[in-house]
């Protein structure tokens, strides 16, 4: 990732008695600035922000527990990601460069990751915890306390870049309009819904016809989008499989009929306005399947879901 050095330029932060910029000095310094910190070259990448809906409405005590409960179904989605997406997430996973960079907003946060595509399997797996835990097959306990969660979610795909601020306690602050463009359109959202922004649906549509693709697209297709995951990490190529690397989530090869991916509906709200912001953004609505058990010996403890990663109701986003 990108980072932001200001050594070339701490002439301009100097507390000292000289005098404001006249108008071509001004002109002059923005030259240099641009050429110093080289913003126009930043790197894109894809920011997922989740968001527990109605955290505050909780009653106390059951709201203190909260937080926990989100931790621990995050904890459960990456160990589910880690089994069953370890292609896709080779690099982050491994590396554990998500969760080092997740920044935490008490009852939500931002997840930087590499591309539109990982962050929408991430959602689904979030979802599928989520929803574990909803139905009592996942802390099962404190669920009957707390009661049902629901979470928001927000995908945008912009620039973004690391500071590294020397006096305000943190080595690596995120900044940019991903994350900007991210928090705002989800502070749009009143319902459980997975808003993402125009730059992530061009991202789905040249890379791969559409995020409604995702249903059919093989996994092998995946992989040539991503050639440098092969050269860093070589599978041990078994017979008859793709290498050892696999995803749950995307059908294996073209012949194979099944995806785990039910449907995808995305749906063009328009555009909305927030602050001076005007931000064009879609409405995406996913089912997947999945089943799970505790004890693979006993065939009754199978449990079959059906989840949805946000809804299509679009009503009260569009705003003048």
């Known amino acids: 990732m990108d980072t932001v050095d200001f050594n070339e330029l701490e002439d301009?932060?100097?507390?000292?008695?000289?005098?404001?910029?006249?108008?071509?000095?001004?002109?002059?310094?923005?030259?240099?600035?641009?050429?110093?910190?080289?913003?126009?070259?930043?790197?894109?990448?894809?920011?997922?922000?989740i968001d527990i809906l109605d955290y505050s409405q909780f009653p106390e005590p059951q709201q203190i527990f909260v937080p926990k409960i989100l931790d621990k179904i995050l904890?459960?989605?990456?160990?589910?990601?880690?089994?069953?997406?370890?292609?896709?997430?080779?690099?982050?996973?491994?590396?554990?460069?998500?969760?080092?960079?997740?920044?935490?907003?008490?009852?939500?946060?931002?997840?930087?990751?590499?591309?539109?595509?990982?962050?929408?399997?991430?959602?689904l797996y979030i979802e599928s915890a989520l929803r574990r835990f909803n139905s009592f097959n996942l802390m099962s306990k404190i669920r009957s306390i707390v009661g049902p969660l629901k979470l928001r979610y927000s995908i945008t795909y912009d620039t973004l870049y690391r500071y590294e601020g020397k006096w305000t306690g943190d080595n690596g602050k995120f900044y940019g309009p991903a994350i900007i463009h991210c928090a705002r359109i989800m502070s749009k959202d009143k319902l459980d819904r997975c808003l993402i922004d125009e730059s992530s649906y061009l991202w789905f549509l040249e890379k791969m016809q559409g995020i409604e693709s995702l249903k059919i697209i093989p996994f092998e297709h995946i992989k040539l989008l991503f050639p440098n995951y092969l050269a860093q990490y070589a599978p041990k190529e078994k017979s008859g499989e793709i290498g050892s690397f696999k995803s749950f989530t995307l059908r294996d090869s073209q012949s194979e009929k099944e995806s785990h991916i039910e449907s995808v509906d995305i749906l063009k709200i328009g555009q909305i306005s927030v602050k001076k912001d005007k931000l064009n953004i879609y409405n995406l609505h996913m089912q997947m399947s999945f089943s799970h058990t505790l004890d693979e010996s006993d065939p009754h403890s199978w449990k079959y879901y059906l989840i949805s990663l946000g809804n299509l109701n679009p009503e009260g986003l569009i705003s003048n």
């Open 12 to 49: 301009l932060f100097l507390d000292d008695d000289s005098k404001p910029l006249t108008e071509i000095e001004k002109k002059l310094t923005l030259r240099r600035i641009k050429k110093s910190v080289k913003y126009d070259s930043f790197s894109k990448y894809s920011v997922l922000g």
């Open 75 to 123: 904890e459960t989605a990456f160990n589910d990601i880690l089994e069953f997406e370890d292609y896709l997430f080779q690099n982050e996973i491994k590396t554990y460069s998500i969760r080092n960079s997740f920044i935490d907003q008490g009852d939500g946060g931002f997840y930087i990751l590499e591309t539109p595509l990982h962050s929408i399997i991430l959602a």
